[in-house]
């Protein structure tokens, strides 16, 4: 099973663009109806191909509650304008429901092609903008992390049969005249054998959580253990310290520079997470330097490149030095802990070991877990 495919996809999840939800549903989607076994799907050569409509069809069976919900879906998404291309059609169908059973009298009435028939127009417009958008939007643009081509992954069909709006619209309906798509056989191999880690549905929290559920009897839920598991003792970040420490600095050397970009700071002192807090917990001195304002928003949640380290090298180790003169407890038991071990730990030349330590988590979280690159 091609090493390539996997870290494409954890590419794709953690840098293709996060501007709606559609990137992840599309994959979701995918993955849920290869893991099926579904019979539509047909081997083409090196690809393989499957109804458009398989999609829609999983599209509606996520969205329904989170429309219904009204839970933000799109950057900047205010519920009203600037949102979901179908969520102003869907909520026509969770409001007609919304007395009548909701979302699973929906489904059931829908898969049975059983609901009334004042939603015939409503449920057609709704499942065809789907289509729409799940063909011109994440199937066009996943994959642009690692490509620079459009459909560089999933690709649209060209002809297939005509689209001719039905009396009332079923699924057959959708998978025989929604159109097709295909996908690299590679690829349509890693989600069949591990596509339901990817998506979390077998994944270690999530069966730990059903152990727990299970051994708690119908005193437990799900919901209410997952969020015992996870959570973390690190959930904000601190950087009070770390703003102590250089306050004292600016104060002894009259000036202070960015690590990254090496200008003066005059006023506009952040204090940054080299290794980004949102991708590894970790306030810890070694990993919180001083950077100008805007060099710091920019930076955001990427990964200082090698080059940008290597470029940013005498003024990291001139900062670890001053937080070790000022913390030197502190700062040796985590850097011990965390980047090099006390084995490591030489008096002499410890901040190139470490300069070098942090290159290679650098060089892992880029190259190999596909976390995009700050470069300046």
Same mark, same amino acid.
């Given at each position: 099973?091609?090493?390539?495919v996997?870290? *494409?996809?954890n590419?794709?999840?953690?840098? /293709?663009?996060?501007?709606t939800?559609?990137k #992840?549903?599309?994959?979701?989607?995918?993955i849920?109806?290869?893991?099926?076994k579904?019979p539509?799907?047909?081997?083409? !050569?090196?690809r393989?191909?499957?109804?458009?409509?398989?999609l829609?069809?999983?599209?509606?069976e996520?969205?329904?509650?989170i429309?219904?919900?009204r839970?933000?879906q799109k950057s900047g998404? *205010?519920l009203?304008t600037?949102?979901?291309?179908f969520?102003s059609q869907f909520?026509?169908?969770? /409001?007609?429901?919304?007395?009548?059973? !909701?979302?699973?009298?929906?489904y059931? /009435?829908?898969?049975?092609?059983?609901?009334?028939d004042e939603?015939?127009?409503?449920?057609?417009?709704?499942?065809? +903008?789907?289509r729409?958008?799940?063909?011109?939007q994440?199937?066009r643009?996943i994959?642009?992390s690692?490509s620079?081509?459009?459909?560089?992954?999933f690709?649209?069909?060209? !002809?297939?049969?005509s689209?001719?709006?039905?009396?009332?619209?079923?699924?057959e309906?959708?998978?025989?005249?929604?159109?097709?798509f295909t996908?690299p056989?590679d690829?349509f191999?890693?989600?069949?054998?591990l596509g339901s #880690?990817?998506t979390g549905?077998?994944?270690?929290?999530?069966?730990w959580?059903?152990?727990?559920v299970k051994?708690?009897?119908r005193?437990?839920?799900i919901?209410?253990?997952?969020p015992?598991? =996870?959570? +973390?003792p690190?959930d904000?970040?601190?950087?009070s310290? +770390?703003?102590?420490?250089?306050?004292q600095y600016l104060?002894? *050397?009259?000036k202070?520079?960015?690590?990254?970009s090496?200008?003066?700071?005059?006023?506009?002192r952040?204090i940054?997470?080299?290794l980004?807090? +949102?991708i590894?917990?970790?306030?810890?001195?070694w990993? =919180?330097?001083?950077?100008? !304002?805007k060099?710091?928003?920019?930076?955001?949640d990427?990964?200082? $490149?090698?080059?940008l380290?290597?470029?940013s090298?005498d003024r990291i180790?001139?900062y670890?030095?001053?937080?070790y003169?000022?913390?030197?407890e502190?700062?040796t038991?985590e =850097?011990s802990?965390s980047l090099?071990?006390?084995?490591?730990? /030489?008096?002499? *030349?410890?901040?190139?070991?470490?300069?070098n330590?942090l290159k290679?988590?650098?060089?892992?979280?880029?190259?190999?877990? $596909?976390?995009?690159?700050f470069? =300046?």
């Amino acid at each position: 099973m091609p090493y390539q495919v996997l870290k *494409n996809i954890n590419q794709i999840i953690e840098r /293709d663009s996060k501007d709606t939800t559609y990137k #992840f549903a599309l994959l979701r989607a995918t993955i849920e109806v290869i893991q099926q076994k579904t019979p539509h799907a047909l081997m083409k !050569g090196d690809r393989v191909s499957i109804p458009v409509g398989l999609l829609v069809l999983k599209w509606i069976e996520y969205y329904y509650p989170i429309i219904e919900a009204r839970l933000p879906q799109k950057s900047g998404d *205010n519920l009203d304008t600037n949102t979901l291309t179908f969520r102003s059609q869907f909520e026509k169908i969770t /409001d007609y429901y919304e007395n009548k059973g !909701g979302y699973d009298v929906f489904y059931k /009435d829908f898969i049975k092609c059983n609901y009334p028939d004042e939603l015939n127009e409503n449920i057609y417009a709704l499942s065809k +903008s789907i289509r729409d958008t799940i063909t011109k939007q994440p199937m066009r643009y996943i994959g642009r992390s690692i490509s620079d081509n459009y459909y560089s992954i999933f690709k649209k069909e060209e !002809g297939g049969k005509s689209l001719r709006k039905p009396e009332k619209l079923n699924v057959e309906f959708m998978i025989d005249r929604f159109g097709r798509f295909t996908i690299p056989l590679d690829y349509f191999s890693v989600f069949e054998y591990l596509g339901s #880690f990817i998506t979390g549905t077998h994944s270690i929290l999530i069966n730990w959580a059903k152990f727990t559920v299970k051994k708690g009897g119908r005193s437990l839920l799900i919901e209410n253990v997952l969020p015992v598991i =996870l959570q +973390s003792p690190l959930d904000e970040r601190d950087t009070s310290l +770390s703003a102590k420490i250089f306050h004292q600095y600016l104060t002894e *050397n009259g000036k202070m520079f960015c690590v990254w970009s090496g200008r003066t700071i005059q006023g506009d002192r952040n204090i940054d997470h080299v290794l980004p807090f +949102s991708i590894w917990r970790n306030n810890e001195l070694w990993n =919180l330097l001083p950077t100008k !304002g805007k060099v710091n928003g920019d930076k955001n949640d990427r990964i200082p $490149g090698v080059k940008l380290l290597d470029k940013s090298k005498d003024r990291i180790i001139e900062y670890w030095k001053y937080i070790y003169k000022i913390e030197p407890e502190i700062f040796t038991r985590e =850097l011990s802990v965390s980047l090099i071990s006390r084995e490591q730990w /030489d008096q002499k *030349n410890w901040e190139n070991i470490a300069h070098n330590a942090l290159k290679e988590k650098s060089r892992y979280l880029i190259e190999t877990r $596909g976390f995009e690159e700050f470069k =300046l």
